[in-house]
């Protein structure tokens, strides 16, 4: 079974500064999506950014972006700039052929003014 | 365009009791999937909905099923509610099922207190 793991419950950064979210995912599938969904205090999940898993190039938006690493099965999410409003739960997720998003444990993200 | 909606917002029930959760996709979705958010096992997937046939169902009892209608529109419902049962479910669309258009949107959620 495919499974996603984010190894940080904790993080804290402080305003203006940088800040990395690890995930890493098992999976025997070549052609896969890989995805980072935020979820504030309102409780609205939203994607933040997703991944081809056969695009070699990473993704990026704005000051969200990722380090997808396919051979280590490794996506890390870098959160640059960080906001008072980037405070959430932060969930990365993974999906292939027709099975349904499974998601990490999620990373509780602090900003500290 | 309107995102997707999910109704009620809240809601509390008691043991036994039966409940049916609403979600409205996003206009043009066809997929809907639903998942179940409590602190001690996280995001778990429950079932996805594509043109009125359930395509994936996650690791659940009986007791939780949904369907989805014509227009998209899906429902939920769980019946005999355990205590827990209590979470925050959440649904999402999509334009299609399966890899080839893979972005999901999510609705604010339904949170279910069971007592």
């Known amino acids: 079974a495919q499974t996603v793991t984010q190894s940080q419950p904790e993080m804290s950064v402080q305003e203006a500064e940088t800040v990395t979210l690890s995930c890493t995912y098992d999976?025997?599938?070549?052609?896969?999506?890989l995805f980072w969904y935020k979820q504030p205090p309102s409780r609205q999940m939203i994607l933040v950014i997703r991944?081809?898993?056969?695009?070699?190039q990473n993704a990026t938006e704005n000051r969200f972006s990722v380090n997808f690493q396919k051979a280590a099965k490794s996506f890390s999410l870098k959160i640059s700039d960080s906001q008072l409003g980037d405070a959430a739960m932060y969930f990365c997720?993974?999906?292939?052929?027709?099975?349904?998003?499974?998601f990490g444990k999620g990373t509780r993200l602090s900003v500290i003014a | 365009k309107a995102g997707v909606t999910q109704t009620p917002r809240y809601l509390i029930k008691t043991r036994g009791q039966q409940v049916t959760l609403s979600c409205s996709p996003i206009?043009?979705?066809?997929?809907v999937s639903w998942y179940q958010q409590t602190p001690g096992q996280g995001l778990q997937f429950l079932f996805e909905?594509?043109?009125?046939?359930?395509?994936n169902k996650g690791n659940f009892p009986g007791r939780f099923s949904g369907r989805q209608f014509s227009n998209s529109r899906s429902e939920m419902n769980v019946s005999t509610l355990e205590l827990g049962d209590s979470a925050l479910y959440l649904c999402?669309?999509?334009?299609?099922?399966?890899?080839?258009?893979?972005?999901?949107?999510f609705g604010p959620g339904t949170r279910l207190t069971v007592t």
């Open positions: 997720a993974y999906i292939t052929g027709n099975t349904p998003l499974v």
């Open positions: 999402a669309s999509s334009l299609e099922w399966g890899l080839r258009v893979y972005e999901q949107y």
């Open positions: 206009s043009g979705h066809r997929s």
């Open positions: 909905y594509f043109s009125e046939t359930q395509r």
């Open positions: 999976t025997s599938e070549s052609d896969y999506y």
């Open positions: 991944q081809e898993a056969y695009k070699q």
